[in-house]
């Protein structure tokens, strides 16, 4: 049952002008680069998944949750511009965003667990770093995420008016109910993922430091880049869970003072959040050694010389006349 401080959420006396402005250029810059980088992410996952390639499982599904969520883009830069939207598909698209948040830091825990069982257990745990028990594990990240989810828009009420409640819209201030999914959410969904994720990186980069078969450029190569992982995922969550965390504190249950003060920053670190979706498939794919080699082999297999061209077309010519 929905708590009657959502009542008051249809807001407390300001326009939304942050949104309004930056909302269209900064999403219009997303969906520019996510897009095409996302499809491409997924076809070279794809390729590496026929390798037998367990991360790249991981991989597949990531670029999947960040495709989705790219596509939603276009929605929200309507809803920017204040243009109509439909109320079910303005529910959609925000539970396709929380679900590509979490869903994404779900399989970036996959991702992490998997490399620092690869590099501090090298000779154990062979089975389970299997493609088909990472096809498993990346269905159960998503069947968790979902039941959650929907366990949490029960709890707020929105799951039983799914069509009539418009979820795009953010309610001012948080009711009671709505602060205790936010809170979940910041705990289940982000402390627990980032910790998770430090550790194995810490793990990592101890099993590396006493590796006498690596050198200093390898190192400092896998150091540089675990740090990459882990500052993107900081720079992108951190300020949207604070600012979360903060206004489910402080606004319950009628609390219009706070609810201004955090809005304008609220706002702007949702849109932050997008970074993350942009930053995956460059970081995970297109900046890794494997994925370079099979874009490389797919585009050399594919180029065709001039002079190939001039051979092949001859001999068509010479077998149509024969």
Not at 66 to 87: G, K, M, N, S
Not at 103 to 110: A, E, H, N, Q
Not at 152 to 160: E, I, K, R, Y
């Amino acid at each position: 049952m929905m708590d009657n401080s959502s009542n008051l959420s249809i807001n407390c006396g300001k326009d939304n002008v942050v949104d309004s402005h930056m909302y269209p250029t900064a999403y219009s810059v997303f969906f520019i680069i996510g897009f095409p980088a996302n499809c491409l992410s997924l076809y070279v996952a794809y390729l590496l998944v026929l390798k037998g390639n367990t991360v790249a499982v991981y991989l597949i599904n990531l670029s999947v949750s960040d495709l989705l969520y790219t596509i939603t883009l276009p929605v929200w830069i309507e809803l920017a511009f204040r243009r109509q939207v439909d109320d079910t598909l303005c529910g959609l698209i925000a539970v396709v965003m929380h679900n590509s948040f979490y869903v994404g830091s779900g399989l970036l825990c996959c991702i992490s667990v998997d490399r620092y069982l690869a590099v501090v257990y090298p000779f154990y745990f062979q089975q389970v770093r299997e493609v088909r028990t990472a096809v498993a594990v990346g269905a159960l990240v998503w069947g968790i995420e979902i039941m959650v989810h929907a366990a949490l828009l029960a709890h707020s009420g929105a799951l039983d008016s799914f069509s009539a409640r418009r979820l795009c819209e953010e309610r001012m201030p948080m009711g009671r109910a709505d602060a205790t999914v936010a809170i979940v959410r910041v705990v289940l969904g982000f402390l627990l993922p980032f910790f998770l994720m430090a550790f194995c990186f810490q793990q990592i980069m101890k099993s590396l430091r006493n590796s006498p078969s690596l050198e200093a450029t390898a190192r400092s190569k896998i150091r540089n880049l675990l740090l990459l992982l882990l500052l993107t995922y900081m720079v992108a969550f951190t300020p949207y869970q604070v600012v979360m965390l903060l206004r489910a504190v402080l606004e319950p249950p009628e609390n219009c003072t706070q609810a201004l003060l955090l809005r304008d920053y609220y706002m702007v670190f949702v849109a932050t959040t997008t970074i993350n979706s942009v930053a995956d498939p460059i970081i995970y794919c297109l900046m890794s050694e494997s994925a370079q080699t099979e874009l490389k082999a797919k585009l050399l297999k594919r180029r065709v010389t001039p002079r190939q061209l001039w051979f092949s077309s001859r001999a068509t010519a010479t077998t149509s006349t024969s």
